[in-house]
């Protein structure tokens, strides 16, 4: 079997290496199985990388990290408008994909990568299989919620994170069992960043520029980097008005776009908040689990947040993750119409539920066997 993977951003890095691990898992049992076991047979992965991440630490140094296996390819599509962007990376995906002639095409998310990978094999007639399928923030007005109901209805195998997603996917109309004209199948597999959260905690590196910050009795760690809060001065604006306001210092990994719109809206940022370069996956970990509070704007943190027990307050005005909400760990705070401020002091020190949310840190091995079985 050969199965070709899409990714082209951060949070696909994390969830792929799961999946490649649990390849290079299946693989060695095949290795040692008796020949006359005909079931099983080797898997070979093809990692097709767009390139929408294209900073060295927003992407090189994951794959370092994360012992991920270089991608075959590599587009480097970037800095272009949606369109753009989607159309090149249809095209070139297409291209290889018919030279590679895989078995299943694996795509993760919501990112533009995610839409383009599962276009380009559906028109190509190759079965799609999404990771994180039935997310939902009812919110068209965000690009990745586009992205991720277009390739949900693009996909034979819908490999969902949590309940919540499988029946979001049933309201929609998708069905509950196979059918003679509906070969799309609905999976309650667990979430991949659980996987790796329990993989990669205890492998977390502490940055070294946090010895040079004051944050010897604690920090709120701040990532801001969606399109919603990005390209909205006032709302960026406010957003940093309010995490300037905080008596507690600020940790804020500056996403290459952020940066970017900091600068042109000409908007400073408070004494009390620290700026750094972007990240790696470890160091990120150490931050993420040290923190007196997470702020962010990113589904992927959300869910770290939970898995280390801390609480979050997400700048949206909705979010995909509502079960963190009604759990007692994640709270909304909308830039113009909430106190980031007052919301961040209030929560810190809370605990929500100890519910099981995600599954039991099998999630990638329950996806392998549901695309291997068939």
Same mark, same amino acid.
């Given at each position: 079997m050969k199965i070709a993977t899409i990714i082209g951003a951060r949070p696909q890095f994390i969830k792929a290496a799961t999946i490649s691990r649990a390849i290079h898992d299946y693989n060695t049992k095949v290795s040692i199985s008796e020949s006359s076991i005909k079931k099983y047979s080797q898997i070979t992965e #093809?990692?097709?990388? $767009?390139?929408?991440? *294209?900073?060295?630490?927003?992407?090189? #140094?994951?794959?370092?990290?994360?012992?991920?296996?270089?991608?075959?390819?590599?587009l480097r599509i970037q800095e272009c408008r949606h369109?753009?962007? &989607?159309?090149?990376?249809?095209?070139? #995906?297409?291209?290889?994909?018919?030279?590679?002639?895989?078995?299943?095409?694996?795509? *993760?998310?919501? &990112?533009?990568? $995610?839409?383009?990978?599962?276009?380009?094999?559906?028109?190509?007639?190759i079965p799609v299989a999404h990771v994180e399928a039935g997310l939902r923030s009812y919110?068209?007005?965000?690009?990745?919620?586009?992205?991720?109901?277009?390739?949900?209805?693009?996909?034979?195998?819908?490999?969902?994170?949590?309940?919540?997603?499988?029946?979001?996917?049933y309201k929609e109309?998708?069905?509950?069992?196979?059918?003679?004209?509906?070969?799309?199948q609905i999976f309650n597999c667990g979430d991949v960043m659980y996987d790796a959260s329990l993989y990669y905690a205890q492998m977390a590196k502490r940055p070294e520029f946090v010895e040079k910050l004051?944050?010897?009795?604690?920090?709120?760690?701040? $990532? #801001?980097?969606?399109?919603?809060? &990005?390209?909205?001065?006032?709302?960026?604006?406010?957003?940093?008005?309010?995490?300037?306001?905080?008596?507690?210092?600020?940790?804020?990994?500056?996403?290459?776009? $952020?940066?970017?719109?900091?600068?042109?809206?000409?908007?400073?940022?408070?004494?009390?908040?620290?700026?750094?370069?972007?990240?790696?996956?470890?160091?990120?970990?150490?931050?993420?689990?040290h923190a007196q509070v997470i702020v962010t704007d990113s589904g992927g943190v959300q869910k770290e947040a939970y898995f280390y027990g801390v609480p979050c307050v997400t700048v949206r005005d909705e979010t995909e993750w509502v079960e963190l909400i009604d759990a007692g760990w994640n709270w909304l705070a909308p830039p113009l119409s909430s106190d980031l401020a007052q919301v961040v002091t209030e929560v810190i020190g809370s605990k929500g539920n100890d519910s099981q949310l995600y599954g039991n840190g099998d999630a990638a091995k329950n996806i392998l066997e549901n695309l291997t079985i068939q």
């Open positions: #093809i990692i097709i990388h $767009t390139g929408q991440h *294209y900073d060295a630490n927003m992407s090189d #140094i994951f794959f370092r990290e994360m012992a991920i296996p270089i991608p075959d390819y590599n369109g753009a962007m &989607t159309g090149n990376m249809l095209a070139g #995906i297409e291209e290889i994909l018919l030279k590679e002639k895989s078995d299943w095409v694996l795509v *993760y998310g919501d &990112t533009n990568s $995610t839409l383009s990978g599962a276009l380009a094999a559906a028109k190509l007639h919110n068209r007005s965000m690009p990745e919620e586009i992205n991720r109901i277009m390739a949900d209805q693009l996909s034979t195998f819908l490999f969902c994170p949590n309940e919540n997603a499988v029946q979001n996917l109309g998708f069905p509950h069992q196979l059918s003679k004209n509906n070969k799309q004051p944050v010897d009795e604690g920090y709120i760690l701040a $990532t #801001i980097h969606r399109a919603e809060n &990005t390209d909205d001065p006032l709302r960026l604006k406010k957003v940093m008005q309010d995490l300037s306001k905080l008596s507690i210092p600020v940790i804020l990994p500056l996403h290459p776009r $952020t940066k970017v719109k900091l600068e042109q809206s000409a908007i400073r940022l408070g004494s009390n908040i620290f700026s750094v370069e972007p990240v790696g996956f470890l160091q990120m970990v150490w931050l993420e689990r």
